[in-house]
């Protein structure tokens, strides 16, 4: 069985930071790309930032210069550097991994998620 493990959210005051780690466990054959999302309240969950197995980095515009996704795929795990942060940055953060397991093949997988927030 797969599981994604997150663990750094926490509450901080505007202009802080914070740090997010996830960590990938089970039958993983591969990780074809691994990052995070998410979901403030009343709103859809979004893409914040992902890596893929070559190392390349996407993130949304929202947080382009504040944050910087790290990890390596091969290793697992996935980390989230938050700088500058800002109360529109609240919500429930979701580590995401698409990954090749054991049992079913290419699949996405989410985290339990674990809640930023920030205040003003």
């Known amino acids: 069985q797969v599981q994604l493990v997150e663990s750094g959210g926490g509450w901080v005051q505007a202009g802080g930071s914070l740090r997010l780690s996830c960590a990938a466990s089970g039958r993983i054959l591969s990780i074809k790309n691994m990052g995070w999302y998410r979901q403030a309240p009343g709103k859809q969950r979004e893409l914040v930032a992902s890596i893929t197995s070559d190392g390349s980095t996407a993130y949304a515009a929202s947080v382009q210069g504040r944050c910087t996704v790290s990890g390596d795929t091969a290793k697992k795990m996935v980390n989230l550097q938050m700088n500058s942060l800002k109360p529109e940055d609240t919500a429930v953060y979701y580590c995401n991994a698409d990954l090749y397991s054991g049992t079913r093949g290419l699949y996405e997988y989410w985290g339990q998620g674990t ?6």
């Open 115 to 120: 809640q930023v927030t920030v205040s003003s």
